[in-house]
């Protein structure tokens, strides 16, 4: 039942062709709220049809995209590459919509304005201040409403610090960062907003009361002239010049996919716009009229008649029942442009086709000029593209309702027939969102570009969590996601290391014996348990697990040299790739182990693996009882005979450090030097030369050489706690110092008193013995035996130390 007491109609699991053969998967479907058995349409069971609901493009991707796809392309490789299905992936680009509209609006209005009043000498004119001026006027009666109308450039900054006190001096949207909003306190969407308004407005006052060039004005008054221009001349714009339209949105579809690569997530097999499929949607809405569910308004736009489609036995809002009447939802979605009135029959119908107002873009119809309404496009293009019945189709946890309960009652309403109703999508998946915090705002570019996730840890960090989940970005998560790569980065290196670099013994002992029957008995299990999991509804948090468990258990075999590491490093590997975790992965090299990343660049490696060899030889004849320096400086002269010569510009920086380090250690072989400044000087080479370089020696049990390796996140976090920690020791010692310092200070100062006094100066006594020791306390009772003996301690205690003392002044 839903929750306003409607029956829901029964979801019917498709049927298998009789010579299908099936995974044990099941899908949690949000059109149930349950998990299903996944059954594709095709009768053979391989081909598996998928509708993603994608981007509309007017702005770059945030982080909150990043989660709806990159989750999205996780399930995509398990059922293409795990479950071996043939998916036909398709997802759209919204490419005109009320945002779309009114920012490529904007932006041409504004660039037509630059252009008209360009001037040579950069200059502002008298013109464009004043029309400046009127747009500051426009923008702050609109977003600050709470200042009063006679509020000019010279009262802005009083008015504002009276209305609005508690956001007058905050960081503007742009500036403001997640921590920010901790401090201040959980800071709300409406209240970003307004700080934003405030620091452009208050941008403007500063330009528009000192006269600068005219790019400079133009930097701060951009986004006031935006609107203002737009409300002037915006109705001017030729509705049948889609080109001012779609320039904006092709812009951003072409950054959008970039980021998307930079995430290594796949493109879809079809991509479709909605600008590329207006007379299917036509004729689609015409469809839906002609079946009785839709209906055509004087003004030229039309509506879904929920009223009729719920009396022909149709249910709508299936997906959240709940929300059928949230107006507010159903206000967003219609769009910003259709505020205002309409002459739709009831409110809670939408449009299929929106009559185009003065200034939108606008195509032909039986109707008049209009545009597609935003739900219909996903109906029309997913039906036109993938028929009538859809396996799979996704999208954000966000577009449950209104967007995905109106397409699948606008594609019922096109499908069905009188008696017969089509269940046009099977499947309904939903990924969960970020939190709601300004982490979710930040664009993925952003998010690359500082370094502080890369696109590996960002995908490790989803596939920690359920995919239907929502995520909260926390500390314990980040430190969650570092130590799942560090494991498996010295997991791969390890079994590198075996497989490329080390002759394996020949002759198995009863040692490596056991170690094989255990690591081959947890390989098994693994892999049984990771089936378990991807069939349970692709549980890949589970999965993280079991892999991390596994790789922990492989870690005494890795210190064997035990040939089973290879055999679970590719295995390992294999379910990483399908993850998406290596965009260099190929899933036909069955040989293949690990990741990219994993090796030192290309320049260095002839002059840090000679480094690195020279070190390691170096640490061997330190460590023996007696050091052969001649051996040493021996060394030192045949590693600069190995490298190659010119040194090439790129490998520079690693030549400078193999040749300080020959330098140093031929003089200290020279000199003879103890065997602790041979180490020490070797420490160096690893600890702050090669550091520096992004490169680490892991230093190993004889006679392993060390493990070459490049610096990641686990490394360089440790490094930073060991320093810390070191900071803590430290200044623990000191403060310890300090306090044994002020203690002994506090002691001589009081060896100084006379025994004979030191009782006295107190008011707890009335009297005392001839060594002034107290006998009687403050009110003349005799003192108990206990507390007198505890006195003549004290006392003896101070005439011991004060005779010390008055040795000490007579000597001095």
């Keep these: 039942m839903a929750s306003d007491g409607r029956k829901q109609p029964p979801w019917i699991p498709p049927q298998a062709g009789p010579d299908a053969q099936l995974p044990r998967l099941k899908i949690y479907n949000s059109l149930t709220r349950n998990k299903e058995d996944f059954v594709p349409a095709d009768p053979t069971g391989k081909a598996v049809t998928w509708y993603a609901c994608g981007p509309t493009v007017y702005e770059?991707?945030?982080?909150?995209?990043?989660?709806?796809?990159?989750?999205?392309?996780?399930?995509?490789?398990?059922?293409?590459?795990?479950?071996?299905?043939?998916?036909?992936?398709?997802?759209?680009?919204?490419?005109?919509?009320?945002?779309?509209?009114?920012?490529?609006?904007?932006?041409?209005?504004?660039?037509?304005?630059?252009?008209?009043?360009?001037?040579?000498?950069?200059t502002v004119s008298g013109q464009v201040l004043a029309e400046a001026k009127a747009a500051f006027q426009h923008y702050i009666r609109k977003n600050l409403p709470s200042l009063p109308l006679d509020t000019s450039l010279d009262t802005f900054s009083e008015a504002v610090e009276k209305a609005y006190k508690e956001n007058a001096e905050s960081p503007s949207l742009a500036n403001a960062d997640a921590a920010t909003a901790k401090q201040d306190h959980t800071l709300?969407?409406?209240?970003?907003?307004?700080?934003?308004?405030?620091?452009?407005?208050?941008?403007?006052?500063?330009?528009?009361?000192?006269?600068?060039?005219?790019?400079?004005?133009?930097?701060?008054?951009?986004?006031?002239?935006?609107?203002?221009?737009?409300?002037?001349?915006?109705?001017?714009?030729?509705?049948?010049?889609?080109?001012?339209?779609?320039?904006?949105?092709?812009?951003?579809?072409?950054r959008f996919f970039e980021d998307m690569n930079a995430l290594n997530v796949l493109p879809p097999d079809q991509l479709t716009r909605v600008t590329e499929y207006v007379p299917q949607i036509v004729r689609f809405v015409e469809k839906v009229i002609a079946n009785g569910f839709g209906y055509a308004t004087p003004d030229g736009s039309v509506y879904f008649d929920i009223d009729s489609f719920e009396k022909a036995g149709h249910s709508y809002s299936r997906l959240e029942p709940w929300n059928k009447n949230d107006q507010a939802l159903q206000a967003d979605g219609e769009g910003s442009l259709s505020k205002g009135g309409s002459?739709?029959?009831?409110?809670?119908?939408?449009?299929?086709?929106?009559?185009?107002?003065?200034?939108?873009?606008?195509?032909?119809?039986?109707?008049?000029?209009?545009r597609p309404g935003w739900h219909i496009e996903c109906s029309a293009m997913a039906s036109e593209v993938l028929g009538k019945t859809i396996d799979i189709h996704s999208g954000g946890a966000d577009l449950r309702?209104?967007?995905?309960?109106?397409?699948?009652?606008?594609?019922?309403?096109?499908?069905?027939?009188?008696?017969?109703?089509?269940?046009?999508?099977?499947?309904?998946?939903?990924?969960?969102?970020?939190?709601?915090?300004?982490?979710?705002?930040?664009?993925?570019?952003?998010?690359?570009?500082?370094?502080?996730?890369?696109?590996?840890?960002?995908?490790?960090?989803?596939?920690?969590?359920?995919?239907?989940?929502?995520?909260?970005?926390?500390?314990?998560?980040?430190?969650?996601?570092?130590?799942?790569?560090?494991?498996?980065?010295?997991?791969?290196?390890?079994?590198?290391?075996?497989?490329?670099?080390?002759?394996?013994?020949?002759?198995?002992?009863?040692?490596?014996?056991?170690?094989?029957?255990?690591?081959?008995?947890?390989?098994?299990?693994?892999?049984?348990?990771?089936?378990?999991?991807?069939?349970?509804?692709?549980?890949?948090?589970?999965?993280?697990?079991?892999?991390?468990?596994?790789?922990?258990?492989?870690?005494?075999?890795?210190?064997?040299?035990?040939?089973t590491v290879i055999l679970l490093a590719k295995w390992v590997t294999r379910i990483v790739t399908i993850f998406g975790l290596d965009p260099d992965g190929d899933l036909n090299d069955m040989d293949r182990i690990g990741w990219s990343g994993l090796d030192i660049p290309a320049p260095a490696k002839p002059y840090i693996y000679s480094s690195s060899q020279l070190r390691d030889k170096v640490r061997t004849l330190a460590c023996a009882g007696s050091i052969d320096y001649t051996a040493i400086t021996k060394l030192a002269d045949e590693i600069e005979n190995l490298t190659p010569t010119p040194v090439a510009e790129s490998s520079k920086p690693y030549d400078q450090v193999l040749q300080l380090f020959r330098t140093n250690i031929k003089a200290l072989a020279d000199?003879?030097?103890?065997?602790?400044?041979?180490?020490?000087?070797?420490?160096?080479?690893?600890?702050?030369?090669?550091?520096?370089?992004?490169?680490?020696?892991?230093?190993r049990n004889d006679p392993q050489p060390a493990l070459v390796r490049p610096l990641d996140k686990l490394l360089i976090e440790a490094r930073a706690e060991q320093k810390s920690a070191s900071a803590a020791k430290a200044k623990a010692k000191l403060e310890q110092e300090a306090r044994a310092a002020e203690r002994e200070k506090e002691l001589r100062e009081r060896a100084k008193i006379d025994p004979l006094l030191m009782f006295k100066t107190s008011n707890d006594y009335l009297d005392w013995d001839a060594n002034g020791i107290p006998t009687k306390d403050a009110e003349g009772n005799a003192l108990s035996k206990n507390r007198r003996k505890k006195l003549v301690k004290e006392w003896e205690q101070q005439k011991k130390s004060h005779d010390e003392w008055l040795a000490t002044q007579q000597t001095a």
């Design 343 to 370: 002459m739709k029959r009831s409110e809670n119908d939408f449009a299929l086709w929106k009559a185009s107002k003065p200034g939108e873009p606008a195509w032909s119809s039986p109707w008049g000029h209009g």
């Design 188 to 254: 709300t969407i409406a209240e970003l907003l307004l700080r934003a308004h405030i620091g452009t407005a208050r941008s403007a006052v500063e330009v528009l009361q000192a006269s600068g060039k005219l790019s400079e004005f133009f930097a701060k008054t951009n986004d006031i002239l935006l609107p203002y221009l737009d409300a002037k001349h915006g109705s001017e714009i030729d509705s049948n010049d889609h080109k001012i339209f779609l320039e904006l949105s092709r812009k951003f579809e072409r």
């Design 671 to 699: 000199q003879q030097a103890p065997a602790k400044d041979l180490l020490d000087l070797c420490d160096q080479l690893r600890d702050v030369h090669l550091w520096n370089l992004g490169i680490y020696l892991e230093d």
């Design 401 to 563: 309702f209104p967007h995905h309960d109106n397409e699948l009652a606008q594609s019922e309403a096109y499908w069905s027939t009188p008696g017969c109703q089509v269940q046009w999508t099977n499947y309904f998946i939903h990924m969960g969102q970020l939190s709601k915090s300004l982490k979710n705002y930040t664009t993925i570019k952003t998010v690359l570009s500082q370094k502080d996730w890369t696109a590996r840890s960002l995908r490790i960090c989803f596939l920690l969590m359920p995919w239907q989940d929502g995520i909260e970005v926390t500390d314990e998560l980040m430190r969650a996601v570092v130590g799942w790569e560090g494991r498996l980065n010295n997991f791969f290196l390890e079994s590198l290391d075996i497989w490329k670099n080390y002759s394996l013994k020949d002759t198995a002992t009863q040692e490596d014996s056991m170690s094989d029957k255990q690591l081959l008995s947890a390989l098994d299990k693994a892999k049984a348990d990771v089936d378990t999991a991807l069939c349970d509804s692709f549980n890949t948090s589970a999965v993280m697990r079991i892999l991390s468990d596994l790789v922990s258990e492989s870690n005494l075999a890795v210190s064997l040299l035990n040939r």
């Design 60 to 122: 770059d991707a945030h982080l909150g995209h990043g989660k709806n796809y990159v989750s999205t392309d996780i399930i995509r490789r398990i059922m293409k590459d795990y479950f071996g299905f043939n998916v036909k992936f398709v997802m759209n680009t919204t490419d005109i919509d009320d945002k779309i509209i009114l920012q490529s609006r904007q932006q041409y209005l504004l660039a037509r304005f630059k252009q008209k009043h360009a001037s040579e000498d950069d």
